[in-house]
């Protein structure tokens, strides 16, 4: 009897932790973000008084900040924003992602995997096709409209 006590006051808080936890909603404010490694130095570098520092900027290369198109899935929207360097795919960053465990491990390597193809064509992260898929659309929907 002296036992019985204990055990259902430590199990009522037990459930009372459990039943007031409240995971947080939003995962948009940390935005998964890759840069691709550039031998150029920033444009912000080049701004500095020194005209023959950097030779691309002379050239006329153009950074564009694409977004893409929000795709709504299974598991929440996905949207991302593509940063262009001339015609390559410099940086790439999610918007918008599902509140899910398996998209916050997959987005880097869905990122990884785009500076590496340098387009929409890659691989589906095991464990998060659907976000997979969402994620190739609305890159494929930043790639589209950079030309226009």
């Known amino acids: 009897m002296?036992?019985?006590l204990p055990v259902v006051a430590l199990s009522?808080?037990?459930l009372?932790?459990?039943w007031r936890y409240e995971p947080s909603a939003d995962t948009s404010s940390a935005a998964t973000e890759v840069v691709a490694p550039s031998p150029a130095p920033s444009s912000?570098?080049?701004s500095s008084g020194?005209?023959?520092a950097d030779p691309s900027a002379s050239s006329g290369t153009a950074t564009k900040v694409v977004a893409g198109s929000t795709v709504a899935t299974e598991k929440g929207d996905v949207q991302v924003e593509v940063t262009f360097e001339g015609d390559t795919i410099a940086s790439v960053r999610m918007l918008v992602q599902p509140n899910h465990?398996?998209?916050t491990a997959a987005v880097p390597v869905l990122i990884?995997?785009?500076l590496?193809?340098?387009s929409a064509d890659i691989d589906t992260v095991s464990g998060a096709t659907i976000t997979s898929d969402g994620y190739r659309e609305s890159l494929q929907a930043a790639i589209d409209s950079k030309g226009a």
């Open 116 to 118: 590496a193809a340098q």
């Open 16 to 18: 009372i932790t459990v």
């Open 2 to 4: 002296k036992r019985v």
């Open 12 to 14: 009522a808080l037990g």
């Open 101 to 103: 465990p398996q998209t």
């Open 44 to 46: 912000s570098s080049s």
């Open 50 to 52: 020194s005209p023959s």
């Open 112 to 114: 990884e995997e785009t």
